[in-house]
């Protein structure tokens, strides 16, 4: 027996969702949020910028999150703004306050942020925080063979 459902029996008011519960404290996103050093790589960020011209920037955080997303998944500018743009554990890692349906911010923003700062800072502070993202452990032990890409309990 084949089960399928048609194309045209989906609609957006029929599908459901977890958006009335709460996030997952064990997803690999909230965890991460909890141990990254934002407020050391915000100070970096904020030492290479002048306070007292130019429009506002976004937020810090998101910029820092953006950053992480982008090197973690392999994405590049726009690739990560749509990907926080439709993940809800994405905007929460990113800072957000609440789930959002439009982009964050544009692409070019970060285009934006490396003239900004200048290529050298940019790069620094671009490694730095890719060097403290890679170095973070996981808050919970996974048994893994050296076999198999999936942890022991996935697999069994």
């Known amino acids: 027996m ?3 459902t048609p194309a ?12 009335d519960q ?6 690999r996103w909230v965890e991460l949020a909890a141990v990254v050093p934002w407020d050391l790589l915000a100070s970096v960020y904020s030492d290479k910028l002048d306070t007292r011209r130019g429009r506002l ?11 992480i997303v982008k090197h973690r998944l392999g994405l590049d500018d726009r690739g990560t703004v749509a990907m926080i743009s439709e993940n ?3 905007q929460y890692f990113c800072g957000l306050t609440g789930f959002q349906t439009k982009e964050p911010f544009h692409p070019t923003v970060l285009v934006d942020i490396r003239k ?4 050298r800072s940019f790069d620094s502070w ?6 403290k993202a890679d170095s973070l452990k996981p808050a919970r032990a996974k048994n893994i063979d050296k076999d198999s890409e999936y942890p022991k309990e996935v697999r069994a």
Do not use: C, W
């Open 88 to 90: 809800i554990y994405l």
């Open 126 to 131: 671009n490694a730095l925080i890719i060097e």
């Open 2 to 4: 084949i089960k399928y």
């Open 57 to 67: 920037s976004i937020d810090v955080r998101m910029v820092i999150g953006a950053i």
């Open 8 to 19: 045209n029996q989906l609609t957006l008011e029929g599908f459901l969702h977890p958006f």
């Open 116 to 119: 900004r700062m200048g290529g």
């Open 22 to 27: 709460e996030l997952s404290p064990v997803n």
